[in-house]
């Protein structure tokens, strides 16, 4: 997939489209100070329990997904938000499909 281009206005939708059984995703920024990364995740697909050394936050933009932040899960829907503190488990699942951007902010 061509990079994502500066200056030049996108829907997110288009950039990472929903696939069958699967998750997609899609870097569109990566700095040193942190990343931009889009996600689309079918429905009954998940992201594992992990930790990562930086903060992390998760922004659905579509749908439902299933945060679970130090094994309290948290179901967001469209426009909600939450932030994953750095060296904590976390995991995510799609009880529907549903579309997130997730913005790492590296110290």
Do not use: C, W
């Amino acid at each position: 997939m061509e990079p994502f281009p500066p200056a030049e206005p996108r829907r997110l939708a288009e950039l990472a489209a929903y696939q069958e059984g699967a998750i997609v995703s899609r870097v569109l920024v990566k700095q040193p100070a942190g990343s931009v990364t889009l996600f689309a995740f079918d429905a009954a697909q998940e992201l594992s329990e992990h930790t990562t050394p930086f903060d992390a936050l998760v922004q659905v933009l579509d749908g439902e997904g299933e945060v679970t932040i130090g094994g309290e899960p948290h179901l967001l829907r469209a426009g909600e938000v939450v932030l994953m503190p750095a060296n904590v488990p976390h995991a995510l699942r799609a009880p529907t499909r549903f579309r997130m951007l997730l913005t790492m902010l590296r110290r």
